[in-house]
């Protein structure tokens, strides 16, 4: 029986979700836990793999439920069990039952990231923010936001010398809006960007981009020129991790 995970993690001290040979993951860990829980080895497959340091408010993984005496029973009762053994920067929220050919990876129809920058020094924000030195024209940024719509080739903006079979990303919704904390009433800018896939680094290098035109270091055209130069060293710095939000990833067959 296959299953998907709801899970969400803070992504500072993993080294990013997939497994690593010599460093710890969020893969491995939630693997581990489950594997304590059923007594069996459960391998889980991610919706996608963020980067070190990359935080998840909502995650998916798959898994095969093995064949043991009462195994979704079982695990039903084992949330909170899980969660003790994930740590206190992983929350298992939910077990899933879904049909026997569902993939967290393939399915998913849109996935959603927040980066999130402060524009004053913060003792509170900063462990999931990034701090901006100078102001920035949320104006221009959002006149810059709104060409990623008009492309679908995101070559400038993908890692180097990934193993990506294709840079093209149907990119549906990409803004900057002015935010005040609900912990604290701080303000702060929030880009929000969605699409039906992302490349590795892609968020936080158009993150980088758009800071160098809010900075008014680039202007429209050059924003422009970025995106259709196909060529990753014409974009702007890939920013901090700890700023980016895995927030949402959507299913046909998920409420």
């Known amino acids: 029986m296959r299953c998907f995970l709801h899970l969400s993690y803070r992504g500072e001290p993993f080294h990013g979700w997939q497994r690593q040979p010599n460093a710890v993951s969020v893969q491995q860990t939630v693997e581990e836990a489950l594997q304590t829980v059923l007594r069996v080895p459960v391998p889980i497959v991610g919706a996608g793999r963020t980067d070190t340091g990359v935080n ?3 995650m998916y993984a798959h898994f ?8 979704e029973s079982r695990i039903r009762n084992s949330i ?5 053994l994930c740590g206190r920067d992983i929350s298992i929220h939910r077990i899933i039952p ?3 050919d569902a993939h967290a990876r393939f399915d998913a129809v849109q996935r959603t990231y927040k980066y999130f920058v402060t524009t004053g020094k913060s003792a509170f924000l ?3 923010s990034w701090h901006s ?11 810059a936001a709104a060409t990623l719509l008009q492309d679908t080739d995101f070559t400038s903006f993908a890692k180097l010398h990934s193993d ?3 840079n093209v990303c149907d990119v549906r919704e990409a803004r900057w809006e002015r935010t005040a904390c609900n912990l604290t009433g701080e303000e702060m800018l929030v880009f929000t960007i969605s699409a039906d ?20 270091k680039m202007s429209l055209l050059g924003f422009r020129d970025v995106v259709e130069a196909r060529d990753r060293c014409s974009a702007g710095t890939s920013m901090p991790p700890q700023a980016l939000t895995l927030w949402d990833v959507r299913y046909p067959y998920i409420d």
Do not use: W, Y
């Open 98 to 100: 879904v049909a026997d």
């Open 164 to 166: 990506a079979k294709t």
């Open 133 to 143: 030195p100078s102001p920035l024209d949320v104006d221009a940024m959002n006149d």
């Open 126 to 128: 900063h462990p999931l």
């Open 64 to 71: 095969d439920l093995p064949e043991i005496e009462n195994p």
């Open 56 to 58: 998840a408010r909502c």
């Open 197 to 216: 896939r992302f490349l590795r680094n892609m968020v936080r290098a158009v993150v980088g981009t758009l800071v160098e035109v809010g900075r008014g």
């Open 80 to 84: 909170q069990g899980l969660n003790r």
